[in-house]
């Protein structure tokens, strides 16, 4: 397994944009297939991004499209979801997690590593 640290989160206004951060530990992560979730009050967690080792493909749940991107760099070991045009209803506790499999889900049980979380608020 990797460990997974985040950060990055904070507040913002609607409109703003911020980066986050997952660094990873472990001599596979360039293996991992990667992934952020997102978890609101009151609600489940939901996938929003993921990218694939290997070709480093990407996906991204509807309601991000177009605004998050998510990159990965096998060489410092860190995973970024870059988020653009904020809303207030993106406000959540965003998840880092590793696939030790290699292979994309949407679902949160495909991965078996995750970090502590960072908290996104936006503000209208």
């Known amino acids: 397994q990797v460990q997974l640290v985040e950060s990055g989160g904070g507040l913002v206004q609607a409109g703003g944009s911020l980066r986050l951060s997952c660094a990873a530990s472990?001599?596979?992560?360039?293996?991992?297939?990667m992934a952020w979730f997102r978890q609101a009050p009151g609600k489940e967690r939901e996938f929003v991004a993921g990218?694939?080792?290997?070709?480093?493909?990407?996906y991204y749940t509807d309601s991000v499209k177009g605004r998050f991107t998510i990159s990965k760099d096998n060489a410092t070991k860190t995973v970024y979801l870059q988020m653009t045009s904020l809303k207030p209803e993106d406000t959540a506790v965003y998840y880092c997690?590793?696939?030790?499999?290699?292979?994309?889900?949407?679902?949160?049980?495909?991965?078996?590593?995750w970090g502590q979380g960072t908290q996104v608020t936006v503000s209208s």
């Open positions: 990218i694939s080792w290997g070709a480093g493909n990407t």
């Open positions: 997690a590793a696939a030790a499999s290699g292979n994309y889900a949407r679902y949160s049980t495909g991965y078996n590593s």
């Open positions: 472990g001599r596979t992560f360039s293996y991992y297939a």
